[in-house]
């Protein structure tokens, strides 16, 4: 059996390359053309700052970009959990964000799509403590769809 193993193990780059796998990273790949290359348009919220900043700490700021990512922000909470009087306990953050990117030369929009995720916070605490639970949940949120847009993007096929 542990024959086997590693026999598949060793199979497993040739079936890689036969399909076409690239590492996003490579020379050449996705993420070697974007790291540096795109510029976030400027956010005008809190969330839209905590995701350019995630965005950008994980493919740098270009300062002659060649792509420009545009986002579109909508965020909702609700209640997830009532205690005895009446009040609400826990909230969920429900996210989703519209995003294109665009190559700066041609002005053509290369990739556009639309991502989701949520998070939640407890209000249990202080006022002080809720607000901190709150906006923490937010940057996380932000971080999550971050996350995603980065992982579409580098499956898109860019131009040279």
């Keep these: 059996m542990l024959l086997y193993s590693r026999r598949s193990l060793f199979t497993l780059p040739l079936v890689l390359v036969a399909c076409g796998f690239q590492p996003v990273y490579a020379p050449g790949g996705t993420g070697a053309k974007l790291q540096d290359q795109m ?22 700021r270009g300062g002659d970009a060649r792509y420009a990512l545009g986002l579109n922000i909508a965020i909702t909470e609700e209640g997830l959990a009532i205690n005895e009087l009446g009040d609400t306990t826990r909230f969920n953050l429900l996210g989703a964000v519209d995003y294109s990117l665009r190559d ?10 639309r991502v989701d995720g949520f998070t939640g916070y407890s209000t249990t ?6 607000l901190a639970a709150e906006r923490d949940a937010t940057e996380r949120l932000m971080v999550i769809l971050g996350d995603q847009i980065i992982a579409r993007l580098f499956a898109v096929s860019l131009p040279e």
């Excluded at 510029?39 to 740098?60: M, N």
């Excluded at 700066?104 to 799509?113: A, F, K, N, R």
């Excluded at 605490?125 to 809720?130: D, E, L, P, W």
Aim: aromatic residues 6%; negative net charge; hydrophobic residues 30%.
């Design 125 to 130: 605490g202080s006022t002080v403590a809720t």
């Design 39 to 60: 510029l976030v348009d400027e956010p005008d919220t809190a969330e839209g700052y905590f995701l350019t900043r995630h965005i950008e700490t994980r493919l740098g």
């Design 104 to 113: 700066t030369q041609t002005g053509s929009v290369v990739s556009s799509g």
